[in-house]
C-alpha cells in the first residue's frame, strides 16, 4: 500500500513542494521544503495538485480495505466450512449468557433453540465452580514452594558433601553414593544440613490465604512438611468437588450445541427472548480453551459495572499518559525552545552530535520506553473487565489501545510539537496567524519520520535477533529457574502472540503515514521501508518462533481494517483546516474551494464506511444460509425465468446486479476450501479434536500435579520421595528426567507428564 503510494504522490508533491518554494528565507529549512509549509505564496495553485492527490488516497485507501473485507470474508466462509471445521463441536456451540432462573434447566432452553433448523442436540449449563478453581490456583501455588524448597535442600546437601568430602572426590564421575533408607526413619539430608539450613516460611496472619506473609510475623513453619500437608489436604478437596459437580450451583450460562453448523449461527444472531437483557449474549464459534471459566459466572449488572470502570480507567490512563508523551514532545523541538526560553540558550552551545541526538533518537527512546508498561495495564483492565472468552478480551483490548496510542503518539505529539515551532512567531507576530499555522503545522511530521524508522529498523532488528529470548535465557533464567519445572517451561514454552495488543501499534503507525502522506509525503517512503521490515519480520517469526495460543478466527483484523479510517478522517480534517489556512503573496485567502471539497468528500468517507460495514459486517460476524454456488446460479436463473429475463434499465440497477452476480459469487467458497485453510488447519489449535469434547469447567479436567524434583547423587531426592509418600500417600513426586549436573544447576532432559 505504502509503497503504490509512495510511487505516485512523491513524483508529483515533492517537485512541486520544491519549485520556487519559501525555502530558507521563510524559514522554511531541512526536509520541511519538501512539504506542504515550502509551497510559494505565488503558488498557491499548485494546491490542486495537493487536492488530487488527496482524493487518489482516499480513494485508494476505501478501495484497498474494500477488496481486504471481501478476501477476508472469502478465507473466513472456507474456513468455517471446511470438513475440518465442521466436525469439531465448537462450530455448532453457542455459548448463551444473562438466562434467567426460570429458564436455567435443559428442557427449558431445548424448547427455546428447537426451532432452529436441526434442533438442539446438547445443552450444558454451566455452574459456578469458583471456590474449586481457587483451590486449584492454590495448590500450584504450594507445588510450586515445595519444589523450590526440595531442589534447594538438595543443592545444599551437595554442596555440603562436596565440602566434607576427599578433595581427590572427582566431580566428573558424579555417581550415586547413597540410596535411601527406605527402613530408617531419619531423613538422608540430616547427614550433611543441621535442621536450621532447611528451608522455612511465614504463614499469614490469622490464617487468611487471601492476606500475603510478612516477615517477623505469622507462625514460622518448615516449608516442606507444611507445603506436603498442604497438597494433601487440597487434593482430597479437590478431588471430592471434581466427582460431586452437581453441589455447585448453576451460573446465568450455558453450552448449546445443535445438530447443523447453520442453527448456530442463526441463533447467534436472533432475537431469542421478548424480555430485555435476557439470553442477550450470544457467542459463536465457542471451544473450551477459549472461554473464560471465571467470567462465566458474573452476572449482567457486574458486567455493565466492570465494563465502565474499565472504560474510565482507560480514559484515566490516557490522560494520565500525557505527561510523559508532552515532554517528548518538546523534547524534539528543543532548538526551538531554546531560542524561545531564555534559561535554554545553553542548548545551542552543546555539539550538533549531541543535540542532533537529544532531539531525534531520545524522545522515541523515551516513548517507546514507555509504552511498553502500557499493554500489561490495559490487559491487566481488560481481564477484569468480565469477557467471557479471550477472543473478546483481545477484541476489546485492540480498541483500548489503539484509542491510547492513536491520541498520545500521534495527537499528543503532533500538538506539542506544533505548539512549541509556532508559539515564538505568534507572540511577535500574532496578525498573520493563519500564514505562521499553515508554515508550522507540517513540521510535526519531522518527529515521525523519525519515529516510524526507529520503529521499522529497531522492533524487525529485534525480533530477528530475539532479544527477548536472549535476556531470558543468559540473563533471566540462571537467576529465576531453580527447579526442574521452571527450566523444563521456560525451554519447551514458545513465545505467545498477543494480537490484541500488536496490531494497534501497526495500526496506528500506518494511520500516521496516511495522515502525513499529502502534508509530506517522504513520510511514505520512511513508511514503505519501515513495514517491508515488519512483513519479513513477522513472516519469519510466525512461521518459526512464536505460537498464538488462542484462534481468534481472524476478527481481528476487520477491526483493524476500519481503525485505517481514523487516519483518513484526520487526513481529511488536516487538509481542510490547511486550506482554509493557506494565504498568497498579498495575504487573500486562495483554497477556499480545495477546502469545501475536502468537506464533501469527508462526508462521503463517513457514509462509505457506514454502507460498507452495513453490507459486509454481518458476513464477517455470521455464516451466510447459501454457501453453494450452483444453488445461488439456480435461484439466480429461476429469478430471470420469472422476471422474463429483461436486464435492467437504469444505471444503479445494473451496479446492483453485478455485485449479485459478481461480488457475492467471489465471497462463497467455490475452490477447495482445505487448499485456503491448510496451512491453518496444521496448527496445533486447530487440528485439536474436539468432536467429542464436552463443555463443562476447565477445573474438572485437572489432574493432580505431579511434584518434580531433581535427582542427585546422594540419593537425597530418592530419600524425599520416600518420606513424602509414606507420609502422603496421596501425593504425586518423581525425580526422573532432571538430575543435578557436576556444576550443582538443574538440567532437564523431558517433560514431567503433569
Same mark, same amino acid.
Given at each position: 500500500?505504502?509503497?503504490?503510494?509512495?510511487?505516485?504522490?512523491?513524483?508529483?508533491?515533492?517537485?512541486?513542494?520544491?519549485?520556487?518554494?519559501?525555502?530558507?528565507?521563510?524559514?522554511?529549512?531541512?526536509?520541511?521544503?519538501?512539504?506542504?509549509?515550502?509551497?510559494?505564496?505565488?503558488?498557491?495553485?499548485?494546491?490542486?495538485?495537493?487536492?488530487?492527490?488527496?482524493?487518489?488516497?482516499?480513494?485508494?485507501?476505501?478501495?484497498?480495505?474494500?477488496?481486504?473485507?471481501?478476501?477476508?470474508?472469502?478465507?473466513? +466462509?472456507?474456513?468455517?466450512?471446511?470438513?475440518?471445521?465442521?466436525?469439531?463441536?465448537?462450530?455448532?456451540?453457542?455459548?448463551?449468557?444473562?438466562?434467567?432462573?426460570?429458564?436455567?434447566?435443559?428442557?427449558?432452553?431445548?424448547?427455546?433453540?428447537?426451532?432452529?433448523?436441526?434442533?438442539?442436540?446438547?445443552?450444558?449449563?454451566?455452574?459456578?465452580?469458583?471456590?474449586?478453581?481457587?483451590?486449584?490456583?492454590?495448590?500450584?501455588? =504450594?507445588?510450586?514452594?515445595?519444589?523450590?524448597?526440595?531442589?534447594?535442600?538438595?543443592?545444599?546437601?551437595?554442596?555440603?558433601?562436596?565440602?566434607?568430602?576427599?578433595?581427590?572426590?572427582?566431580?566428573?564421575?558424579?555417581?550415586?553414593?547413597?540410596?535411601?533408607?527406605?527402613?530408617?526413619?531419619?531423613?538422608?539430608?540430616?547427614? *550433611?544440613?543441621?535442621?536450621?539450613?532447611?528451608?522455612?516460611?511465614?504463614?499469614?496472619?490469622?490464617?487468611?490465604?487471601?492476606?500475603?506473609?510478612?516477615?517477623?510475623?505469622?507462625?514460622?513453619?518448615?516449608? &516442606?512438611?507444611?507445603?506436603?500437608?498442604? &497438597?494433601?489436604?487440597?487434593?482430597?478437596?479437590?478431588?471430592?468437588?471434581?466427582?460431586?459437580?452437581?453441589?455447585?450451583?448453576?451460573?446465568?450460562?450455558?453450552?448449546?450445541?445443535?445438530?447443523? +453448523?447453520?442453527?448456530?449461527?442463526?441463533?447467534?444472531?436472533?432475537?431469542?427472548?421478548?424480555?430485555?437483557?435476557?439470553?442477550?449474549?450470544?457467542?459463536?464459534? =465457542?471451544?473450551?480453551?477459549?472461554?473464560?471459566?471465571?467470567?462465566?459466572?458474573?452476572?449482567?449488572?457486574?458486567? *455493565?459495572?466492570?465494563?465502565?470502570?474499565?472504560?474510565?480507567?482507560?480514559?484515566?490512563?490516557?490522560?494520565?499518559?500525557?505527561?510523559?508523551?508532552?515532554?517528548?514532545?518538546?523534547?524534539?523541538?528543543?532548538?526551538?525552545?531554546?531560542?524561545?526560553?531564555?534559561?535554554?540558550?545553553?542548548?545551542?552551545?552543546?555539539?550538533?552530535?549531541?543535540?542532533?541526538?537529544?532531539?531525534?533518537?531520545?524522545?522515541?527512546?523515551?516513548?517507546?520506553?514507555?509504552?511498553?508498561?502500557?499493554?500489561?495495564?490495559?490487559?491487566?483492565?481488560?481481564?477484569?473487565?468480565?469477557?467471557?472468552?479471550?477472543?473478546?478480551?483481545?477484541?476489546?483490548?485492540?480498541?483500548?489501545?489503539?484509542?491510547?496510542?492513536?491520541?498520545?503518539?500521534?495527537?499528543?505529539?503532533?500538538?506539542?510539537?506544533?505548539?512549541?515551532?509556532?508559539?515564538?512567531?505568534?507572540?511577535?507576530?500574532?496578525?498573520?496567524?493563519?500564514?505562521?499555522?499553515?508554515?508550522?503545522?507540517?513540521?510535526?511530521?519531522? *518527529?515521525?519520520?523519525?519515529?516510524?524508522?526507529?520503529?521499522?529498523?529497531?522492533?524487525?532488528?529485534?525480533?530477528? &535477533?530475539?532479544?527477548?529470548?536472549?535476556?531470558?535465557?543468559?540473563?533471566?533464567?540462571?537467576?529465576?529457574?531453580?527447579?526442574?519445572?521452571?527450566?523444563?517451561?521456560?525451554?519447551?514454552?514458545?513465545?505467545?502472540?498477543?494480537?490484541?495488543?500488536?496490531?494497534?501499534?501497526?495500526?496506528?503507525?500506518?494511520?500516521?503515514?496516511?495522515?502525513?502522506?499529502?502534508?509530506?509525503?517522504?513520510?511514505?517512503?520512511?513508511?514503505?521501508?519501515?513495514?517491508?521490515?515488519?512483513?519479513?519480520?513477522?513472516?519469519?517469526?510466525?512461521?518459526?518462533?512464536?505460537?498464538?495460543?488462542?484462534?481468534?478466527?481472524?476478527?481481528?483484523?476487520?477491526?483493524?481494517?476500519?481503525?485505517?479510517?481514523?487516519?483518513?478522517?484526520?487526513?481529511?480534517?488536516?487538509?481542510?483546516?490547511?486550506?482554509?489556512?493557506?494565504?498568497?503573496?498579498?495575504?487573500?485567502?486562495?483554497?477556499?474551494?480545495?477546502?469545501?471539497?475536502?468537506?464533501? =468528500?469527508?462526508?462521503?468517507?463517513?457514509?462509505?464506511?457506514?454502507?460498507?460495514?452495513?453490507?459486509?459486517?454481518?458476513?464477517?460476524?455470521?455464516?451466510?444460509?447459501?454457501?453453494?454456488?450452483?444453488?445461488?446460479?439456480?435461484?439466480?436463473?429461476?429469478?430471470?425465468?420469472?422476471?422474463?429475463?429483461?436486464?435492467?434499465?437504469?444505471?444503479?440497477?445494473?451496479?446492483?446486479?453485478?455485485? +449479485?452476480?459478481?461480488?457475492?459469487?467471489?465471497?462463497?467458497?467455490?475452490?477447495?476450501?482445505?487448499?485456503?485453510?491448510?496451512?491453518?488447519?496444521?496448527?496445533?489449535?486447530?487440528?485439536?479434536?474436539?468432536?467429542?469434547?464436552?463443555?463443562?469447567?476447565?477445573?474438572?479436567?485437572?489432574?493432580?500435579?505431579?511434584?518434580?524434583?531433581?535427582?542427585?547423587?546422594?540419593?537425597?531426592?530418592?530419600?524425599?520421595?520416600?518420606?513424602?509418600?509414606?507420609?502422603?500417600?496421596?501425593?504425586?513426586?518423581?525425580?526422573?528426567?532432571?538430575?543435578?549436573?557436576?556444576?550443582?544447576?538443574?538440567?532437564?532432559?523431558?517433560?514431567?507428564?503433569?
Amino acid at each position: 500500500m505504502f509503497t503504490f503510494l509512495s510511487l505516485t504522490l512523491i513524483p508529483v508533491l515533492i517537485p512541486l513542494n520544491l519549485i520556487k518554494g519559501k525555502n530558507a528565507a521563510d524559514g522554511v529549512r531541512g526536509l520541511d521544503r519538501m512539504s506542504w509549509a515550502n509551497v510559494g505564496l505565488t503558488h498557491t495553485k499548485f494546491y490542486w495538485a495537493h487536492l488530487i492527490m488527496a482524493l487518489g488516497v482516499i480513494t485508494f485507501i476505501c478501495h484497498t480495505i474494500y477488496v481486504e473485507l471481501l478476501e477476508y470474508i472469502r478465507i473466513r +466462509q472456507a474456513y468455517l466450512t471446511s470438513t475440518q471445521r465442521r466436525l469439531q463441536t465448537s462450530s455448532k456451540t453457542i455459548l448463551v449468557t444473562d438466562i434467567p432462573r426460570r429458564l436455567l434447566s435443559i428442557d427449558a432452553l431445548s424448547r427455546i433453540y428447537s426451532a432452529f433448523p436441526g434442533g438442539v442436540q446438547t445443552v450444558w449449563i454451566n455452574r459456578d465452580f469458583s471456590q474449586l478453581s481457587k483451590k486449584i490456583q492454590q495448590r500450584r501455588r =504450594v507445588v510450586s514452594t515445595l519444589e523450590d524448597a526440595e531442589t534447594k535442600l538438595i543443592k545444599l546437601a551437595t554442596s555440603s558433601f562436596q565440602k566434607q568430602s576427599d578433595p581427590m572426590f572427582s566431580k566428573p564421575t558424579m555417581k550415586k553414593l547413597y540410596t535411601a533408607d527406605t527402613e530408617g526413619t531419619t531423613p538422608l539430608w540430616k547427614r *550433611y544440613l543441621d535442621d536450621k539450613d532447611r528451608d522455612y516460611l511465614r504463614l499469614p496472619i490469622l490464617q487468611q490465604s487471601w492476606m500475603p506473609s510478612l516477615p517477623f510475623f505469622g507462625r514460622k513453619v518448615d516449608t &516442606i512438611s507444611y507445603c506436603s500437608q498442604e &497438597i494433601a489436604r487440597l487434593n482430597t478437596e479437590i478431588n471430592q468437588g471434581q466427582r460431586e459437580p452437581e453441589k455447585y450451583p448453576f451460573t446465568s450460562s450455558a453450552f448449546i450445541k445443535f445438530n447443523t +453448523q447453520v442453527a448456530a449461527f442463526m441463533a447467534g444472531q436472533s432475537v431469542t427472548h421478548h424480555t430485555p437483557l435476557c439470553l442477550r449474549s450470544q457467542y459463536l464459534e =465457542v471451544s473450551p480453551r477459549n472461554i473464560r471459566w471465571d467470567s462465566l459466572s458474573i452476572s449482567w449488572w457486574d458486567r *455493565y459495572v466492570r465494563t465502565l470502570i474499565a472504560v474510565i480507567a482507560v480514559a484515566s490512563l490516557i490522560l494520565a499518559w500525557a505527561i510523559p508523551v508532552v515532554f517528548t514532545g518538546l523534547l524534539s523541538q528543543i532548538t526551538y525552545l531554546s531560542n524561545l526560553v531564555p534559561w535554554l540558550h545553553w542548548i545551542n552551545r552543546i555539539p550538533l552530535w549531541l543535540l542532533g541526538f537529544i532531539q531525534g533518537v531520545l524522545p522515541q527512546l523515551i516513548l517507546t520506553i514507555f509504552t511498553i508498561l502500557v499493554p500489561s495495564a490495559l490487559r491487566t483492565i481488560t481481564n477484569h473487565q468480565g469477557l467471557s472468552t479471550y477472543t473478546t478480551v483481545e477484541l476489546f483490548l485492540q480498541k483500548y489501545y489503539f484509542t491510547f496510542l492513536f491520541i498520545q503518539v500521534f495527537l499528543t505529539v503532533s500538538l506539542s510539537s506544533s505548539v512549541t515551532t509556532v508559539l515564538k512567531e505568534l507572540l511577535h507576530d500574532s496578525e498573520s496567524v493563519p500564514a505562521v499555522l499553515a508554515r508550522n503545522l507540517p513540521k510535526a511530521s519531522n *518527529y515521525f519520520f523519525s519515529y516510524i524508522l526507529l520503529h521499522g529498523f529497531s522492533v524487525s532488528a529485534a525480533m530477528f &535477533i530475539q532479544v527477548g529470548g536472549l535476556v531470558n535465557w543468559i540473563i533471566l533464567a540462571p537467576f529465576l529457574d531453580r527447579t526442574p519445572r521452571q527450566i523444563w517451561k521456560r525451554q519447551m514454552n514458545l513465545s505467545q502472540l498477543q494480537w490484541g495488543t500488536i496490531l494497534p501499534i501497526y495500526t496506528n503507525l500506518a494511520c500516521i503515514g496516511l495522515i502525513y502522506s499529502v502534508i509530506a509525503p517522504l513520510i511514505l517512503a520512511f513508511s514503505s521501508i519501515a513495514f517491508a521490515f515488519f512483513w519479513f519480520a513477522f513472516r519469519y517469526n510466525i512461521l518459526y518462533v512464536t505460537i498464538s495460543q488462542h484462534d481468534s478466527g481472524g476478527m481481528l483484523y476487520p477491526t483493524a481494517l476500519n481503525q485505517l479510517f481514523t487516519g483518513v478522517y484526520v487526513m481529511e480534517l488536516c487538509l481542510i483546516g490547511l486550506f482554509f489556512l493557506v494565504r498568497d503573496d498579498q495575504n487573500r485567502a486562495t483554497c477556499i474551494g480545495q477546502a469545501v471539497i475536502m468537506i464533501v =468528500v469527508t462526508a462521503m468517507t463517513g457514509s462509505f464506511q457506514f454502507l460498507l460495514n452495513d453490507a459486509l459486517m454481518p458476513l464477517v460476524q455470521f455464516l451466510p444460509i447459501l454457501v453453494n454456488d450452483s444453488q445461488l446460479e439456480k435461484d439466480s436463473e429461476e429469478g430471470e425465468e420469472e422476471g422474463g429475463g429483461e436486464e435492467p434499465k437504469h444505471f444503479t440497477s445494473r451496479i446492483y446486479k453485478y455485485f +449479485q452476480r459478481y461480488q457475492i459469487r467471489r465471497l462463497i467458497p467455490t475452490a477447495n476450501p482445505c487448499s485456503v485453510t491448510g496451512l491453518l488447519l496444521s496448527i496445533k489449535e486447530n487440528t485439536f479434536n474436539e468432536s467429542d469434547r464436552p463443555f463443562h469447567h476447565e477445573v474438572l479436567d485437572i489432574e493432580e500435579p505431579t511434584v518434580w524434583i531433581p535427582k542427585d547423587c546422594l540419593g537425597i531426592s530418592d530419600d524425599e520421595i520416600f518420606h513424602i509418600r509414606n507420609n502422603h500417600n496421596s501425593i504425586r513426586i518423581t525425580n526422573e528426567h532432571a538430575a543435578l549436573d557436576v556444576t550443582g544447576r538443574v538440567t532437564t532432559t523431558q517433560m514431567s507428564e503433569s
